[in-house]
């Protein structure tokens, strides 16, 4: 039997751990609970091991994590100039990427790309329509820990100017058909490329899944 690549494994690991919190959440049964809490430990212990971290580290990954489990949130804004696209460099892997992150809780998606894309780069800018509403693992970015919804908006440029972040080390627009070495993890080519069609086509459809 072949051993399972990255990708199934952190299917797997994220699917037990879910139904090890959402137990959590909901068993009344001291028993049950006990039991849950082990299978979480198992899940650790599996990842410690797979990734070759310590098991505190593995641990720390679903702390303060309670309640049902649900997909994290994640926006991306595409700022065009003509057929020049707004990118930063992630100080995390010297990587260019859209502008965005997570979610906050109590932000509207609308108002979190646009404090993103200004805390990342500088620039002032709104969210002129949602583009795509796309399910992280249903495309082809490397292997992640957690389930991703990843929100992509047309955006439109209002202000400001370059300004790197402690996330972000350069701001800069490139051609949208000669980008630079993307982060994976968080952009691929096809869906920078799909959001300038959008910019271009606003009649276009949300594309999702």
């Known amino acids: 039997m072949n051993a399972p690549g990255a990708g199934h494994l952190l299917e797997w690991v994220r699917k037990v751990q879910a139904i090890a919190q959402n137990g959590l959440a909901f ?125 992509f908006f047309v955006c439109q440029l209002t202000g400001g100017g370059p300004a790197a972040s402690n996330e972000t080390d350069a701001v800069e627009f490139f051609p949208v058909h000669a980008l630079p070495e993307l982060s994976t993890g968080r952009v691929l080519a096809p869906q920078i490329v799909r959001l300038y069609q959008h910019r271009l086509d606003p009649a276009l459809p949300t594309d999702f899944d």
């Open 27 to 151: 068993t009344k049964d001291p028993f049950d609970r006990e039991r849950y809490q082990e299978l979480a430990q198992l899940v650790a212990t599996l990842l410690a091991a797979e990734l070759k971290i310590p098991l505190g580290k593995a641990q720390a990954l679903w702390e303060g994590e309670h309640g049902y489990v649900t997909p994290k949130v994640d926006v991306r804004g595409g700022v065009f100039v003509g057929d020049t696209v707004l990118l930063v460099r992630e100080r995390s892997d010297g990587r260019w990427t859209l502008p965005g992150g997570w979610v906050d809780v109590n932000d509207a998606p609308s108002e979190a790309v646009a404090r993103e894309i200004y805390e990342e780069s500088g620039y002032r800018a709104r969210a002129l329509k949602l583009a795509a509403l796309l399910d992280k693992n249903r495309h082809p970015h490397p292997p992640g820990l957690y389930h991703i919804y990843k929100l």
